[in-house]
Each structure stands twice: as C-alpha cells, then as structure tokens.
C-alpha cells in the first residue's frame, strides 16, 4: 500500500471514529438549466444532491453592513467523498441551508469548505 492510500484509509476511519460530531451533510447540485431552441425558454431540470459525513469547525458571527447577523462555518470532507465541488452551490445541515463561499481547500485528503448563512 502506498503513503497515499495509507493516509486517505486513515483520514476515512478518522471520520468513522469521530461518530455524531460528524454531520450529514447534503450538497445540492446548482440548478442545471439548459435552453430548448423549440420554445425559445429556458429548460429547468431538477437538482441533484449527495449526501457525505462532514465536520463543522470554526463557528463566525458577524453582522453585515445592513444590520443582518451571518454565521460563518467551515466544513471538513473526505476529498475523495464529492471530487467536483464546483458543481454545488449550496448544502443542508440539520434542515438548515447554507451557501458555499469559494475558494475550497483541497489537500487530497481532506476538504475544506466555507458556508455561510444569513439569521
């Protein structure tokens, strides 16, 4: 086995030992739309979503400029769980839906997501 495939099999059971700090956490696709040229409208297909174990880090209050409270969160993936995050706009945690901020930091092994949420 290599030193890659021994780390990613670590990172894996590390997510399996952590049990309920870990959360499911749903990654809704960004609406797809294409444009059909017979009706001359735009076409709406339903989103997709993937469910993966995350782990909420790093808990930010602020408030924006117009009085509105946001809250910053980072959640940490297996890389190897969702391998193309720029087709995700948004995720649910706890029936709470959150926004992705970009840039995310990929390690190969772990995932580093920022979401962010108005209250």
């Known amino acids: 086995?290599?030193?890659?495939?021994?780390?990613?099999?670590?990172?894996?059971?590390?997510?399996?030992?952590?049990?309920?700090?870990?959360?499911?956490?749903?990654?809704?696709?960004?609406?797809?739309?294409?444009?059909?040229?017979t009706t001359a409208e735009p076409a709406y297909t339903t989103p997709t979503s993937r469910v993966v174990k995350g782990i909420l880090t790093t808990k930010t209050r602020r408030s924006s400029k117009d009085a509105r409270s946001i809250t910053d969160y980072e959640i940490l993936i297996v890389s190897d769980d969702i391998t193309d995050t720029s087709i995700y706009d948004t995720v649910t945690i706890d029936g709470s839906t959150w926004k992705i901020i970009f840039p995310i930091r990929d390690d190969s092994f772990i995932k580093s997501i920022g979401i962010i949420r108005e209250v």
């Open 1 to 37: 086995m290599s030193r890659t495939q021994c780390i990613k099999s670590q990172v894996r059971r590390a997510f399996n030992i952590v049990g309920d700090l870990a959360k499911n956490v749903t990654f809704i696709q960004k609406s797809p739309t294409s444009f059909n040229f």
